[in-house]
């Protein structure tokens, strides 16, 4: 039986590994959904607390911030130090920012809620990257949309969990919700047992290494996280306009209840989970280059269209831009780690906790300006968004062509 086991790892290293996948797949469901009650709220936090598009923005901020400047420092930290228990222990701060806030009845705690959350992923996602590319084999793109598709899936049911039981049973319940988060402690502990005995030596094999970039100057290599970065910049503040105050927005300009646009919400996000799981396999077979440049850019004349749509074309409109606009992060993901070979937990770290930043960055300011300008005004500035993905234009090409899925 040992000697199997010892023998099974150069085999596997070419492998996905899918249990594992799916494993981290179904914690990151499970921690997104969590994450995402918290925006999925704010329309009764609004009411409750009187708050403002700006204080709300700042919670958004207060939390994003949290997630995003530790993730690249864990993950750094990971790459030098494998941590894998880190997986399990990173839950606990999830389950404590969703005691605080079920509890939360002043801005103050709502800030200490908020920020606890962050913290719960700013240690999830790095580390979950690392054992997405550790169990990928060669279907980098694949294992990376496997991976980020269930926390999409999350942030969609999110808001439908918000409408059925938050809206049903008040704030208090999110303390209910905690207990999922134990749930995925039990799971990522049996993951993190297989990242100690296997994925650690997928990793140091240089197997699973197979398609990353070689020989590019060290100028290119940054220009192309440059650019990589600049893509999610446009990416998550437009992002942060829909899942923020999409719910807002509906009900001011057509009049819908919290409930039906919750709905939408869910809609929008659960049509952003599809989008994931297609550009990870696309970018295997078509090049990551070219779903990039699709995905950004494509979503454009979507996005400038829905400030002017009715509300029965606002739907569809939503559908599509989730679509093409979300295919495009598994793809940059995996493209930066191809560009910096050996610092998966870093990059990894990087481009999520920037994308959590520049989403809670965009969600505060954009909340002022709401409080300015007016809701429907933000959504027509935003539309142009996009237009950043004609940047994908300076991006290198680490290959020369695509990689076969």
Not at 122 to 136: C, D, K
Request: contains cysteine.
């Amino acid at each position: 039986m040992n000697a199997s086991r010892s023998a099974a790892p150069p085999l596997a290293a070419d492998t996905t590994v899918f249990g594992v996948i799916a494993a981290i797949s179904t914690c990151h469901l499970i921690n997104d959904m969590l994450q995402s009650l918290l925006p999925a709220i704010y329309p009764n936090l609004k009411l409750e607390l009187g708050l403002s598009f700006g204080q709300i923005g700042l919670v958004t901020l207060a939390y994003q911030l949290t997630a995003s400047i530790l993730q690249p420092l864990i993950g750094l930290y990971a790459d030098r130090k494998p941590t894998p228990l880190a997986l399990p222990g990173g839950t606990l701060f999830t389950l404590a920012g969703l005691v605080v806030l079920s509890a939360a009845h002043s801005y103050a705690l709502l800030l200490v809620g908020a920020s606890l959350l962050g913290m719960g992923s700013s240690v999830f996602h790095p580390e979950s990257s690392r054992v997405a590319r550790m169990a990928a084999g060669k279907r980098h793109g694949l294992a990376q949309s496997m991976f980020q598709v269930g926390g999409n899936a999350g942030s969609a049911l999110g808001p439908l969990a918000a409408a059925i039981v938050v809206m049903r049973w008040g704030q208090t319940s999110l303390a209910g919700f905690a207990l999922l988060a134990l749930l995925s402690c039990a799971i990522l502990w049996n993951v993190s047992t297989w990242y100690r005995h296997h994925g650690l030596a997928r990793l140091s094999s240089g197997k699973s290494h197979g398609h990353d970039a070689k020989g590019l100057p060290r100028g290119k290599v940054l220009g192309g996280i440059a650019v990589l970065l600049a893509l999610i910049f446009s990416k998550y503040v437009y992002l942060a306009s829909l899942t923020s105050y999409f719910t807002f927005y509906l009900i001011h300009r057509f009049g819908v209840s919290v409930a039906v646009a919750q709905l939408h919400l869910f809609v929008f996000l659960g049509a952003v989970a599809v989008g994931t799981i297609a550009g990870g396999p696309l970018g295997d077979r078509f090049g990551r280059r070219h779903v990039i440049w699709f995905s950004i850019l494509g979503a454009l004349p979507f996005t400038l269209m829905l400030p002017h749509a009715s509300l029965f074309w606002t739907g569809p409109l939503t559908v599509a831009i989730g679509l093409i606009l979300a295919s495009a992060f598994p793809a940059i993901v995996v493209f930066a780690q191809e560009l910096v070979p050996g610092k998966i937990g870093m990059i990894s770290g990087l481009f999520f906790g920037f994308a959590f930043g520049m989403g809670g960055v965009g969600a505060a300011v954009l909340g002022e300006a709401a409080d300015h300008i007016g809701i429907e005004s933000v959504y027509a500035i935003c539309a142009f968004l996009p237009a950043i993905g004609l940047l994908a234009v300076l991006l290198p090409d680490p290959k020369g062509k695509a990689v076969a899925g």
